[in-house]
């Protein structure tokens, strides 16, 4: 009994510190809670953000933002120019070409599709293709385009080399000092 007794202090000595332990107040918990998100704003435009990050260097973070474009827009020439063009910039040729190719099908003379189409295939080696699409794309934007119209410089002065056609007619050639500030060069045949 005696020890029944002293039980039953210690349980009445320790309930206090089970009470109150100066958490917040209903109110003081109301004024530190972060503000509600408002269902009824407009998000940032996922090709907005995407042209964005593109820009930055960020690709496969515009490709993301790109997809989410999509999935709000729907597929249009816009989004699929830009897939296009996020595929390209992270080095993936033929799904870029395949995009820009869906996007001009869509809208013929949507200059950066047509354009980056075109670098897609100088990529890819094709460069007759790619003058052919360069010439397209400074038409379509009236040479305005400083990138376009060297674009299509670039794939004219290629397609204008002549191909090598002599024998290996290579040298390699070094200098070779001969006495005091006289060199002379060598071939190396």
């Known amino acids: 009994m005696r020890r029944a007794l002293m039980l039953t202090i210690s349980a009445l000595a320790v309930l206090p510190a089970c009470g109150d332990r100066g ?3 209903p109110e003081a918990a109301a004024r530190n809670a972060p503000y509600a998100a408002d269902g009824s704003a407009e998000g940032v435009d996922g090709l907005l953000v995407g042209h964005r990050l593109l820009a930055a260097g960020e690709n496969e973070l515009a490709l993301k933002a ?5 999935g709000e827009q729907g597929i249009n020439v816009d989004v ?3 897939l296009g063009s996020a595929n390209l910039q992270l080095g993936r ?3 870029a070409e395949q995009l820009l190719r869906r996007a001009i099908e869509l809208d013929p003379s ?3 599709a047509v354009n980056n189409l075109g670098v897609v295939l100088m990529e890819r080696g094709q460069i007759g293709e790619a003058r052919l699409v360069f ?3 400074y038409g379509l934007d009236s ?3 400083d990138s376009i119209r060297e674009n299509l410089r670039l794939a004219i002065a290629r397609t204008e080399q002549t191909p090598y056609t002599g024998e290996d007619e290579r040298h390699d050639f070094s200098l070779v000092r001969r006495g005091q500030g006289e060199y002379a ?3 190396q045949l």
């Open 143 to 145: 040479g305005a385009t």
């Open 66 to 70: 790109y997809l989410r474009a999509a």
């Open 110 to 112: 949507f200059v950066p």
């Open 23 to 25: 958490g917040l107040s």
């Open 135 to 137: 010439q397209q794309a």
């Open 93 to 95: 040729l033929g799904q």
């Open 185 to 187: 060069l060598l071939s």
């Open 80 to 82: 699929l120019s830009a």
